[in-house]
């Protein structure tokens, strides 16, 4: 009975034996989808209708296997990467993992959670700069934001110029919003709304989904590759909201002394060690959830505070008690974003020096200033 049956929500191959395993529905539960026509797995199918998410047992090397057939085709690869957490995007080894030889075709997505006046050209000149240090010369570079996507048929029209009869493979990092992407295509191709489920857990989509093209080919869904060190992993799923922006992020300046401090929530602290010049004030911008509550402090007392604060005043906390957050150091010689992966990140002038926070196995570091 359950023989090549697919969930309509991640795609995963139905099975009845493993409740742990991918796809897995009771048997009755089943012949139930299968009278309504709604075959979603029990884990879509309480994500869905209970916004709650059920792990799996899948391992790094399944995703690596079933990655490891994009290299084995021609095929035109659309990286689908969040402008918000750019190196929580990243798939060490692209080239390698998707074919030396295939094209590379960036969508940069989420941009709406970027400043509105930030300029399209420089954003996507960053974007390309970012991706040259991480040794991928992509063919082109697309921004949008595909849970209100504007331009969709100008990026479907520019697949279809560059696949040049190939097959396309959809690859990105869980969270970038590629089930998102992929839906709207759906959408648009076929009127059929919310096929694929989405939703702000990461590693939801776990087998592929192929849409066919018009020439035979097909656009192919490849599941996330989960990244361990994004932020989502260290707070509990009510926290999730204070990592993953819904809208426009605000900037937020302050004016510090040096040895000033600040919290962000119980996740993150930015010690400014010292300023540019011992008399004046220094400006950082914070980019950061809107919602997640920045709280400046003394840089003396800031540790003891943090224990005795974490969780009430400085919150969300990592939802490990246990978890310490490490202490990172940087000299800032020209205008930077000092990054905290997949939380935020702090725009500092040159001049300074400071010290950065996170639990640890978080990535802290400083890049080009995006903004
Ligand atoms: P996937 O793991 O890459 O398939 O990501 P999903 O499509 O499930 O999306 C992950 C999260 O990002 C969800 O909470 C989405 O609502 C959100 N998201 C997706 N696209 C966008 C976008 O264009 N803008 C914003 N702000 N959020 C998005």
Redesign the pocket.
């Known amino acids: 009975l359950e023989e090549g049956l697919y969930c309509i929500g991640c795609g995963a191959l139905m099975q009845v034996k493993d409740p742990n395993g991918v796809g897995y529905l009771p048997m009755s539960a089943l012949r139930k989808a299968l009278a309504s026509e709604q075959l979603l797995c029990q884990r879509c199918f309480r994500l869905r209708h209970y916004n709650e998410i059920q792990p799996v047992d899948l391992t790094d090397d399944d995703f690596a296997k079933l990655l490891h057939q994009v290299s084995e085709n021609h095929a035109l690869i659309v990286y689908?990467v969040d402008l918000f957490d750019f190196s929580g995007s990243t798939i060490p080894g692209l080239p390698r993992f998707v074919g030396k030889d295939n094209p590379i075709l960036v969508v940069a997505?989420?941009?709406?959670?970027l400043p509105k006046s930030l300029k399209e050209h420089k954003l996507k000149a960053w974007v390309q700069g970012q991706l040259k240090e991480q040794g991928i010369n992509a063919v082109g570079v697309e921004l949008?934001?595909?849970?209100?996507p504007k331009n969709l048929d100008a990026i479907l029209d520019k697949i279809d110029e560059l696949r040049a009869g190939r097959d396309v493979y959809v690859v990105?990092?869980?969270?970038?919003?590629?089930?998102?992407?992929i839906n709207q295509i759906i959408k648009s191709k076929t009127g059929v709304q919310e096929l694929i489920t989405?939703?702000?857990f990461?590693?939801?989509?776990l087998d592929q989904i192929a849409i066919p093209l018009d020439d035979g080919k097909a656009l192919i869904d490849t599941p996330?590759i989960i990244k361990k060190d994004q932020y989502a992993h260290w707070v509990s799923n009510k926290d999730l909201k204070y990592v993953?922006?819904?809208?426009e992020i605000k900037a937020r300046t302050y004016q510090l002394n040096p040895e000033q401090t600040l919290f962000f929530g119980g996740l993150a602290r930015f010690d400014l060690v010292s300023g540019a010049s011992d008399d004046s004030k220094t400006a950082v911008t914070a980019y950061f959830e809107n919602n997640l509550k920045i709280h400046r402090t003394k840089q003396a007392g800031a540790s003891e505070f943090f224990e005795k604060h974490r969780g009430d005043l400085l919150s969300p906390a990592p939802k490990d008690e246990n978890v310490q957050l490490a202490k990172y150091e940087f000299k800032i010689s020209e205008k930077m974003d000092l990054v905290y992966a997949g939380l935020g990140f702090i725009t500092l002038p040159a001049g300074i020096h400071v010290q950065a926070y996170a639990p640890e196995g978080v990535g802290v570091f400083v890049r080009k200033a995006m903004i």
């Open positions: 689908v997505n989420k941009v709406d959670l949008t934001s595909a849970a209100h990105g990092t869980t969270n970038v919003g590629k089930s998102t992407f989405t939703s702000r990461p590693g939801t989509t996330g993953l922006p819904k809208a």
